[in-house]
């Protein structure tokens, strides 16, 4: 009973169907299968603990698994991802400044970057595997304004970002895959190698560690695999 604020049609469609996810003006969101058809399957995949707030966007990632949610009001958790096609979710937020969060877009190579398009410009991250992630600014040439839309063109990685009032702006989004244990220092890890690794992988870490330590190992695309 109240107005849809995004739709986003998944590239993981079956081939002569339709696959949607559309958000709402109160945080509810749906996934709507064979949208074509006369009788659609519709599931809501609202999390308890989203904000009573605007969906403005859903991002894939390699798979229908992969979501990030985000929210465009103040004083709500923004960013919201699922590893499990919207059967749990996880707050990621991190150290984001607590604005509107437009838009967002996976890196089409590795779901462990993510972009977001926000009040204050374009932030970014690339450890969204992990469960405190930690987003940066991306400002440079276009500075803090109000950004509203990304599109990516992915024969190139060009992402194109909407500006309130400010134009467009263009860049090439690389690929920058988190693989150092330094670019987490509060991590009790301090050296892991080898490095790429094919079959055992040795983790040092800071001090001795009583009891059981738990990890996982995520692919590129942001499915856990191990």
């Known amino acids: 009973n109240t107005p849809f604020t995004h739709v986003k049609y998944s590239p993981h469609s079956p081939e002569g169907t339709t696959t949607l996810f559309v958000g709402g003006q109160t945080g509810r969101l749906f996934k709507v299968e064979n949208a074509d058809d006369n009788s659609p399957d519709v599931t809501e995949i609202t999390a308890d603990e989203f904000p009573v707030a605007s969906v403005s966007c859903v991002a894939i990632g390699g798979s229908e698994d992969t979501l990030l949610v985000t929210f465009s009001n103040y004083g709500v958790a923004s960013v919201w991802q699922s590893y499990d096609g919207g059967q749990n979710w996880t707050n990621m937020e991190g150290n984001l400044p607590d604005m509107p969060v437009r838009y967002a877009l996976y890196h089409p190579e590795d779901a462990r970057q993510a972009m977001l398009a926000t009040e204050l410009g374009i932030w970014s991250c690339n450890h969204m595997h992990l469960p405190d992630p930690q987003w940066a600014p991306d400002v440079d040439g276009m500075a803090n304004v109000r950004t509203d839309m990304l599109q990516l063109r992915e024969a190139d ?63 590129m695309q942001g499915r856990q695999v191990y």
């Open 157 to 219: 990685n060009t992402v194109l970002a909407a500006t309130h009032g400010r134009g467009l702006y263009t860049t090439t989004w690389t690929s920058n895959p988190w693989v150092s244990v330094a670019e987490l220092p509060e991590l009790p890890v301090r050296n892991i190698w080898p490095n790429p690794v094919s079959d055992n992988i040795n983790i040092q870490l800071d001090k001795a560690t009583d009891g059981q330590l738990q990890a996982s190992l995520t692919d």
